[in-house]
């Protein structure tokens, strides 16, 4: 697939999954709009598999994004660096996994099926990271905190070459 870069939907027994593919160029993302810009509490949910099993590999889960900036206000993705797939946040200082609680996993086993969920305070400017239904992340800084107050869209996807990825669903709720 050198080079080719592809999206679409990909069916199973049951349902559909939005399927992105990278080749050797990388950059298959999308982008998701919101009706209206986000305040208070929020959640973002994905359900998701990441196929890719070589290094040097990178999924964007959930990166909420700002029209002020093309920085993320919050970035949550697995990294594959070496032999090894972690889930990890972007606090403004790089690529994190410091504030893992106790006794939980981030490891994650390509092609499996997981759901990655993250409840943001947006007055507050902090956030918790939930995978497979257990709280791995807690009180996590936005990345962009200036742009908290003009969340507009969701990016999701890669910009790494070899990569795929499918997404079963994106949920965008506000907390009342």
């Not at 050198?2 to 160029?25: F, P």
């Not at 998701?48 to 070589?54: D, F, M, N, Q, R």
């Not at 759901?115 to 902090?126: E, I, P, R, S, T």
């Amino acid at each position: 697939m050198a080079g080719i870069n592809s999206a679409g939907v990909v069916k199973d027994e049951d349902n559909g999954m939005y399927r992105l593919v990278t080749g050797s160029s990388g950059h298959a993302y999308n982008r998701l709009d919101l009706t209206s810009s986000l305040s208070g509490v929020i959640t973002v949910e994905v359900g998701v598999i990441h196929k890719s099993t070589a290094g040097g590999t990178f999924a964007n889960l959930i990166f909420l994004m700002s029209d002020k900036s093309s920085t993320p206000v919050a970035s949550i993705g697995f990294d594959r660096p070496g032999a090894t797939t972690t889930l990890k946040y972007n606090d403004g200082t790089g690529w994190k996994t410091t504030k893992q609680l106790p006794g939980t996993k981030i490891t994650y086993t390509p092609g499996e099926y997981a759901v990655v969920k993250a409840v943001f305070d947006l007055d507050n400017g902090l956030y918790d990271i939930y995978y497979n239904g257990v709280l791995v992340f807690k009180d996590i800084g936005l990345r962009y905190p200036a742009g908290a107050d003009s969340i507009t869209y969701l990016n999701f996807g890669t910009t790494k070459a070899n990569e795929e990825i499918l997404f079963d669903y994106i949920k965008v709720y506000e907390e009342e």
